[in-house]
Structure formats: C-alpha cells, structure tokens
C-alpha cells in the first residue's frame, strides 16, 4: 500500500540545474532514512546521497558541493536540488525510503520509486 512518487527528471545541458521530488503515500508509522540512488546504463546502481528523519545527510563524493538533498517531514517527501549538472550525472534516479510499520513499529521495510531520467548533455 507504499507508494512513492517521483518526478522532477529531465533534459538539461551541462552546467545546468534540476530538483527531483519524491513523495510517499500509503499506510506506514513513519519515515526513517530516505534517499536517492541512481543506475546509469551498463553500471550498478548506485548511492546519490541519504537523509533521516533529523536532517542529517550523506553524500556520494562524486555529487559533494554540487547535490542538496533535504525533506519535508510533514509532506512525506524527499528533494534533490542537482546544480552544476555534468554528462557524467546522466542516469536514471530512483527514489528509496526506509518505512516503519504501522503496527509493528520496530519492523522497517524499504521502498523505491519507479525511477526518473536525469540525462544532461555536453
């Protein structure tokens, strides 16, 4: 009954800038640790950057000074501010939350979005 919903992806030249949103939905305590992964063709898919429920962050070294990820506690949602875009953030990026269960509060399942394109062009 977990859905997250993903959206902001597209086509942008180097240099440039998007801002990915996620948002969760359904039945669940509560949101732990979310983030954004991404997998570019040929390549495993990989970690973008976290944030828990208290604003702490971690980031990919590749994505350090140029990625912000933050949330939205109250909307159940997850951003990616994404500036200074290079060819190389070309990939497909997924969405991930750590959730609570409704009932079993200590019991926490992981959840991810379908995906969206990020493709930035030289």
């Known amino acids: 009954q977990v859905q997250l919903v993903e959206s902001g992806g597209g086509l942008v030249q180097a240099g440039g800038s998007l801002r990915l949103s996620c948002a969760a939905s359904g039945s669940f305590f509560s949101i732990n640790t979310m983030g954004w992964y991404r997998q570019a063709p040929g390549k495993q898919r990989e970690l973008v950057a976290t944030?828990?429920?208290?604003?702490?962050?971690n980031y990919a070294d590749s994505v350090k000074g140029r990625f912000t990820i933050s949330r939205d506690n109250v909307k159940n949602t997850v951003y990616l501010q994404m500036n200074s875009l290079k060819p190389e953030d070309t990939a497909a990026y997924y969405c991930n939350a750590n959730l609570a269960d409704l009932i079993l509060k200590g019991i926490y399942s992981s959840y991810w979005g379908q995906g969206t394109q990020v493709t930035v062009s030289s």
């Open positions: 944030i828990t429920t208290g604003g702490s962050t």
